[in-house]
């Protein structure tokens, strides 16, 4: 006599649970490195700088922009881009 058994089991959530972990872990590693950069680091421009690549490189996103909103004497909200990062992955066509 000749048999056969087997098991099927799907995987892709815990799959999927064990990626969303690693990128959490990436993150968090990322956010404790910025914060000691900003931390310590004396030149502030500098340490912002550094800080966006790292976040911005953990996150796996192209851009990051910090904006600083002030407001008008007649109540306009007016908009500055005070520090941004770009991947070098971003291409010159898109700025």
Sequence with gaps: MIGLVGVSIDVTDRIRAEKALQNKDILL??????????LTET?????????????????????????????????????????KWASRFYHIADR
Excluded: W
């Design 29 to 38: 590693g990322g956010v404790a490195v910025a914060t000691n950069i900003l």
């Design 43 to 83: 030149n502030l421009n500098f340490a912002i700088n550094e800080t966006l690549e790292l976040l911005g490189a953990a996150t796996r996103v192209d851009r990051v922009y910090i904006i600083e909103i002030n407001e008008s004497e007649i109540g306009k909200h007016l908009e500055s881009r005070r520090f």
